[in-house]
């Protein structure tokens, strides 16, 4: 009884209707579900409530080849009085979820289509039927899309081999990999259709409409070679970088002309928010999907282990004896750890945390030490040597070192953290490997900012700096090439990795075999690579308009080395990985580094004054004043109009904004406050429902084995007497309250 | 696929659209998938069913412990042999476009190795063995797990998961979509 009040407790409205008269009969059981499904599922989603009122009893029943005819003609009833007068096409999705063969399937569409056609009485009316037309029009396009998408969709057979292989958590991995490959695919086309082109027909035709001194970037170095790993030289003088665009407006034909500077800049716009709009909103779904949805009272620890646990797409032998094995072990540790209570001592739990402040502070320490490292050797140059290349490569291979060598020196560090739940450690690691690639990325960036953009340099008191610092007469094409060669270093060591790590270990396995295993997948550190990886990118659009190029390519070559290393060298993995909350963990990571990276580079769009001798924004004091400038000088008749965009361009209307939102914010809190109230009133009603449930069961069996004692114990009269009266006064109590539970349900 | 699209016409096609989860293409690669298992039969008989043991020598299920379930659960006849269209059900119930109450349902029916409607413990039992397949839990272990998967989800404590009970766990585990695919 006690384990009964507990999940009364957190007990959901429409299971305790659906079990409030049921008690434990088991025929009334099953003759209630047949009968009432229909109603029970009020207060789940509308959908779902829909579904069940369309098909009532129809989910559980045990299903026969084909359906009665009155059957038919009921499901047809209901999907008809759900949605009536719809075209038949509409109502596809209704006729979907029945949990019938397709003969039955059929059979339900075409009476749907017979009663349209004869029977109808009622024609909708014209805007209705529109309407209908429309939304077909609609479901027909997506069908068609969707059927085109399945013949270009990237990769389909190998990400069958790997689901099948390795099962459907190193698929994820691949998948995000896809998923970042088709976020930059557009930010490509994008740029190169309204960049690349138009410079590159002004390069070649030349045609000005004013014109004077033309093209900034003529061809002066030949191509030699190394460029492709530094990104210097002839690249520079390419539509690569920011500085060989033209701040000129172009004449495309008479009369139409195209103006570069705002081109550049809405490009830019264009980009940052579609990306920021589209991680937002997987962000949102997953986080939704998997958080919202999933929290609860209830904690479904051994049942998720149990139905979710065989993963449906595993298609090799080996494989599923692995995951056999897995599931057990996993299933025998849990169990272990349920029948041992740990202790939790005072001083096991001093001990802990201490160890883990330790922890933290070390991990935080080297992250600093290693932004430390990075501004040191920007600043005096120390790494300088005579090799041009060397000395041009030296800042991104330290980065990227950093960025490779020291997460593994943090998942040590989380392994002796012990934490109780391993999915804890990765977290831990995560989050220190983001913000070791923030803090060695920002590092470098602000001093970017600082020291290469000349006017800033004036500005600047020069003690602190190091005299061996210079400023570039280009420096959006400077901090373009460095951001080139960080993404090309990053490529090479991503195969460096891929082939000590994967390759070097397999070899080994090669020589003992019995003692050392095939190495495993690593998801968490490759998904985090490729989240640096792409962050570098967004970083670097803007200097660079056609990094996402580099990054197409890049991405795609990586996935071959990474799919054929995977089925090559590794094995599957014999953990259990959580995919669908790690994978929302990894859009955040995704999310806030993109994040940053749209914030620096609004900075330096907003506050730092371009290059004077290149790019679109010559004249300009900082980039964003291509928007502004219009119309400060702006002298038409509607003043008026400049007035309101001068106000909505100000800092006052920013903080308006900011205002709003943030009563906006304050409001929602309240409104969500309002239903927590409602949510912990609710339950304290089910509380009380489970208690009313739990007495009448009461009451149930008290009479069932008191009317047995009594037919048994005549002889006794005593006895039998109080079990009369104890019989009465029950069956008494139980009349009222199902009166009470009759009035209710009516 | 060469001449598979002949196959089917295109009305046909549309009215597969229209019942499952599935576009055109997909429907003619199912049905390339369906006709591998033994071309010679479906070529000359192509509304014949195949035997319980040929369907279970599609890869996917040949790894998968419950694929005498899926079977019978999927058999328009309920013997475990598949008709084409019974296939393409199947592999439409378990595409990425279809939704999850649909999995849910069909999931709790392959769970419910003696279909009378309720996981009992009988149905967890077989579920875990199943599972775990060589590797099986002790005893001990095994009522263990089971007591602990009714504590969780057995609202109304009758010692068994109805249907409600179940989707509701499920609601509770987001992988179980993910889990719950086969790849077309």
Same mark, same amino acid.
């Given at each position: 009884?006690?384990?009964?009040?507990?999940?009364?407790?957190?007990?959901?409205?429409?299971?305790?209707?659906?079990?409030?008269?049921?008690?434990?009969?088991?025929?009334?059981?099953?003759?209630?579900?047949?009968?009432?499904?229909?109603?029970?599922?009020?207060?789940?989603?509308? @959908? @779902?409530?829909?579904?069940?009122?369309?098909?009532?009893?129809?989910?559980?029943?045990?299903?026969?080849?084909?359906?009665?005819?009155?059957?038919?003609?009921?499901?047809?009833?209901?999907?008809?009085?759900?949605?009536?007068?719809?075209?038949?096409?509409? #109502?596809?999705?209704?006729?979907?979820?029945?949990?019938?063969?397709?003969?039955?399937?059929?059979?339900?569409?075409?009476?749907?289509?017979?009663?349209?056609?004869?029977?109808?009485?009622?024609?909708?009316?014209?805007? @209705?039927?529109?309407?209908?037309?429309?939304?077909?029009?609609?479901?027909?396009?997506?069908?068609?899309?969707?059927?085109?998408?399945?013949?270009?969709?990237?990769?389909?057979?190998?990400?069958?081999? $790997?689901?099948?292989?390795?099962?459907?958590?190193?698929?994820?991995?691949?998948?995000?990999?896809?998923?970042?490959?088709?976020?930059?695919?557009?930010?490509?086309?994008?740029? /190169?259709?309204?960049?690349?082109?138009?410079?590159?027909?002004?390069?070649?035709?030349?045609?000005?409409?004013?014109?004077?001194?033309?093209?900034?970037?003529?061809?002066?170095?030949?191509?030699?070679?190394?460029?492709?790993?530094?990104?210097?030289?002839?690249?520079?003088?390419?539509?690569?970088?920011?500085?060989?665009?033209?701040?000129?407006?172009?004449?495309?034909?008479?009369?139409?002309?195209?103006?570069?500077?705002?081109?550049?800049? /809405?490009?830019?716009?264009?980009?940052?928010?579609?990306?920021?709009?589209?991680?937002?909103?997987?962000?949102?779904?997953?986080?939704?999907?998997?958080?919202?949805?999933?929290?609860?009272?209830?904690?479904?620890?051994?049942?998720?282990?149990?139905?979710?646990?065989?993963?449906?797409?595993?298609?090799?032998?080996?494989?599923?004896?692995?995951?056999?094995?897995?599931?057990?072990?996993?299933?025998?540790?849990?169990?272990?750890?349920?029948?041992?209570?740990?202790?939790?001592?005072?001083? &096991?739990? /001093?001990?802990?945390?201490?160890?883990?402040?330790?922890?933290?502070?070390?991990?935080?320490?080297?992250?600093?030490?290693?932004?430390?490292?990075?501004?040191?050797?920007?600043?005096?140059?120390?790494?300088?040597? +005579?090799?041009? /290349?060397?000395?041009?490569?030296?800042?991104?291979?330290?980065?990227?070192?950093?960025?490779?060598?020291?997460?593994?020196?943090?998942?040590?560090?989380?392994?002796?953290?012990?934490?109780?739940?391993?999915?804890?450690?990765?977290?831990?690691?995560?989050?220190?490997?983001?913000?070791?690639?923030?803090?060695?990325?920002?590092?470098?960036?602000?001093?970017?900012?600082?020291?290469?953009?000349? +006017?800033?340099?004036?500005?600047?008191?020069?003690?602190?700096?190091?005299?061996?610092?210079?400023?570039?007469?280009?420096?959006?094409?400077?901090?373009?090439?460095? $951001?080139?060669?960080?993404?090309?270093?990053?490529?090479?060591?991503?195969?460096?990795?891929?082939?000590?790590?994967?390759?070097? @270990?397999?070899?080994?396995?090669?020589?003992?075999?019995?003692?050392?295993?095939?190495?495993?997948?690593?998801?968490?550190?490759?998904?985090?690579?490729?989240?640096?990886?792409?962050?570098?990118?967004?970083?670097?659009?803007?200097?660079?308009?056609?990094?996402?190029?580099?990054?197409?390519?890049?991405?795609?070559?990586?996935?071959?080395?990474?799919?054929?290393?995977?089925?090559?060298?590794?094995?599957?993995?014999?953990?259990?990985?959580?995919?669908?909350?790690?994978?929302?963990?990894?859009?955040?990571?995704?999310?806030?580094?993109?994040?940053?990276?749209?914030?620096?580079?609004?900075?330096?769009?907003?506050?730092?004054?371009?290059?004077?001798?290149?790019?679109?924004?010559?004249?300009?004091?900082?980039?964003?004043?291509?928007?502004?400038?219009?119309?400060?000088?702006?002298?038409?008749?509607?003043?008026?109009?400049?007035?309101?965009?001068?106000?909505?361009?100000?800092?006052?209307?920013?903080?308006?904004?900011?205002?709003?939102?943030?009563?906006?914010?304050?409001?929602?809190?309240?409104?969500?406050?309002?239903?927590?109230?409602?949510?912990?009133?609710?339950?304290?009603?089910?509380?009380?429902?489970?208690?009313?449930?739990?007495?009448?069961?009461?009451?149930? #069996?008290?009479?069932?084995?008191?009317?047995?004692?009594?037919?048994?114990?005549?002889?006794?009269?005593?006895?039998?007497?109080? &079990?009369?009266?104890?019989?009465?006064?029950?069956?008494?109590?139980?009349?009222?309250?199902?009166?009470?539970?009759?009035?209710?349900?009516? | 696929?060469?001449?598979?699209?002949?196959?089917?016409?295109?009305?046909?096609?549309?009215?597969?659209?229209?019942?499952?989860?599935?576009?055109?293409?997909?429907?003619?690669?199912?049905?390339?998938?369906?006709?591998?298992?033994?071309?010679?039969?479906?070529?000359?008989?192509?509304?014949?069913?195949?035997?319980?043991?040929?369907?279970?020598?599609?890869?996917?299920?040949?790894?998968?412990?419950?694929?005498?379930?899926?079977?019978?659960?999927?058999?328009?006849?309920?013997?475990? +042999?598949?008709?084409?269209?019974?296939?393409?059900?199947?592999?439409?119930?378990?595409?990425?476009?279809?939704?999850?109450?649909?999995?849910?349902?069909?999931?709790?029916?392959?769970?419910?190795?003696?279909?009378?409607?309720?996981?009992?413990?009988?149905?967890?039992?077989?579920?875990?063995?199943?599972?775990?397949?060589?590797?099986?839990?002790?005893?001990?272990?095994?009522?263990?797990?089971?007591?602990?998967?009714?504590?969780?989800?057995?609202?109304?404590?009758?010692?068994?998961?109805?249907?409600?009970?179940?989707?509701?766990?499920?609601?509770?585990?987001?992988?179980?979509?993910?889990?719950?695919? $086969?790849?077309?």
């Amino acid at each position: 009884m006690a384990r009964y009040s507990d999940s009364i407790n957190s007990f959901e409205l429409q299971t305790v209707r659906h079990n409030r008269d049921s008690l434990n009969d088991p025929e009334h059981r099953l003759a209630e579900r047949r009968y009432s499904r229909g109603g029970e599922n009020e207060g789940i989603s509308r @959908r @779902r409530k829909k579904r069940a009122n369309s098909f009532a009893s129809g989910t559980l029943r045990i299903r026969r080849p084909v359906l009665r005819q009155d059957e038919i003609e009921q499901v047809v009833d209901e999907i008809d009085n759900d949605t009536p007068d719809q075209p038949v096409a509409l #109502q596809s999705d209704q006729i979907k979820e029945q949990n019938v063969p397709m003969s039955a399937k059929r059979e339900i569409r075409r009476n749907l289509e017979r009663r349209q056609t004869t029977t109808r009485i009622k024609k909708p009316g014209w805007f @209705r039927r529109k309407k209908y037309d429309i939304q077909m029009q609609w479901c027909r396009f997506k069908l068609w899309t969707a059927d085109q998408f399945y013949t270009i969709e990237l990769w389909r057979s190998h990400f069958r081999t $790997i689901d099948g292989h390795f099962g459907s958590d190193v698929g994820s991995y691949f998948r995000l990999l896809r998923w970042i490959f088709s976020l930059n695919l557009p930010v490509f086309i994008l740029t /190169f259709s309204f960049l690349t082109i138009p410079q590159l027909i002004v390069r070649n035709l030349g045609n000005f409409d004013d014109s004077q001194e033309s093209v900034t970037c003529k061809f002066e170095h030949p191509f030699e070679g190394p460029e492709f790993l530094t990104g210097g030289g002839w690249f520079n003088q390419t539509e690569l970088y920011y500085g060989c665009y033209t701040k000129e407006i172009i004449q495309i034909w008479k009369g139409h002309k195209y103006d570069m500077k705002y081109a550049y800049f /809405f490009v830019c716009v264009a980009y940052y928010l579609f990306t920021l709009l589209r991680t937002a909103y997987s962000l949102q779904s997953s986080y939704k999907e998997n958080f919202i949805e999933a929290e609860g009272e209830i904690q479904a620890f051994y049942s998720a282990r149990v139905f979710c646990g065989w993963d449906y797409r595993i298609a090799h032998k080996e494989t599923a004896l692995l995951k056999h094995k897995t599931l057990s072990t996993l299933l025998k540790e849990s169990l272990s750890k349920y029948n041992e209570r740990v202790s939790n001592s005072w001083k &096991t739990f /001093f001990l802990k945390t201490f160890f883990r402040i330790l922890t933290n502070v070390v991990s935080l320490a080297l992250i600093g030490a290693s932004g430390y490292l990075v501004w040191y050797i920007s600043d005096t140059q120390s790494l300088k040597t +005579d090799n041009k /290349f060397l000395h041009d490569m030296a800042m991104p291979l330290t980065i990227s070192a950093l960025n490779f060598i020291l997460p593994f020196a943090f998942s040590i560090i989380a392994s002796f953290e012990n934490y109780s739940i391993p999915q804890y450690a990765l977290y831990f690691t995560m989050i220190r490997t983001l913000l070791l690639n923030a803090a060695t990325l920002g590092v470098l960036v602000y001093f970017w900012f600082i020291t290469v953009n000349c +006017d800033q340099l004036e500005k600047k008191d020069e003690n602190w700096l190091n005299a061996a610092v210079d400023c570039k007469p280009c420096w959006e094409s400077f901090m373009g090439e460095q $951001i080139y060669r960080l993404v090309i270093v990053d490529f090479f060591f991503t195969i460096l990795f891929t082939l000590f790590s994967e390759l070097i @270990r397999f070899l080994v396995h090669k020589c003992f075999k019995s003692r050392i295993d095939k190495p495993e997948f690593d998801i968490a550190r490759n998904t985090l690579n490729l989240i640096y990886s792409q962050s570098l990118v967004w970083l670097g659009t803007f200097y660079s308009p056609l990094l996402s190029l580099i990054q197409v390519i890049k991405f795609f070559v990586l996935f071959y080395i990474k799919r054929y290393s995977l089925t090559l060298f590794c094995r599957p993995s014999s953990k259990l990985w959580k995919a669908a909350k790690t994978q929302t963990f990894f859009l955040l990571f995704i999310f806030v580094s993109l994040l940053l990276c749209v914030i620096a580079v609004a900075f330096s769009m907003i506050s730092l004054k371009p290059s004077q001798s290149c790019g679109p924004y010559q004249e300009f004091n900082t980039t964003y004043q291509v928007i502004t400038e219009p119309f400060n000088k702006w002298s038409g008749k509607l003043n008026w109009l400049k007035e309101i965009i001068k106000l909505i361009t100000s800092d006052v209307f920013f903080f308006l904004i900011l205002t709003v939102l943030s009563v906006t914010v304050y409001y929602t809190r309240i409104i969500m406050n309002a239903h927590f109230e409602v949510v912990r009133l609710l339950k304290h009603q089910l509380h009380n429902e489970g208690k009313d449930k739990q007495f009448l069961i009461g009451l149930l #069996q008290n009479n069932s084995t008191g009317s047995s004692r009594h037919n048994n114990s005549n002889n006794s009269n005593t006895r039998g007497n109080y &079990t009369e009266n104890n019989n009465k006064s029950s069956s008494n109590k139980i009349h009222v309250i199902q009166n009470r539970h009759f009035d209710r349900d009516e | 696929m060469g001449n598979q699209g002949s196959v089917f016409d295109d009305r046909q096609l549309e009215e597969y659209q229209e019942l499952t989860y599935f576009t055109k293409k997909e429907i003619l690669h199912v049905y390339k998938k369906f006709r591998q298992l033994n071309p010679s039969f479906v070529d000359a008989n192509r509304d014949g069913r195949l035997d319980m043991d040929v369907i279970m020598s599609l890869p996917e299920l040949k790894a998968n412990p419950f694929n005498e379930r899926i079977c019978k659960v999927f058999s328009s006849t309920s013997s475990g +042999d598949m008709s084409f269209e019974d296939f393409l059900d199947m592999m439409s119930v378990f595409s990425e476009a279809a939704p999850k109450h649909v999995k849910v349902e069909y999931a709790f029916r392959i769970y419910d190795f003696d279909d009378d409607d309720v996981l009992s413990r009988g149905d967890l039992k077989n579920v875990v063995n199943h599972l775990t397949g060589n590797e099986v839990l002790e005893a001990d272990d095994l009522e263990q797990l089971i007591s602990n998967i009714l504590e969780e989800a057995d609202l109304d404590n009758d010692g068994a998961l109805s249907f409600a009970e179940f989707e509701h766990v499920i609601s509770k585990a987001p992988d179980f979509v993910n889990s719950f695919r $086969i790849r077309v």
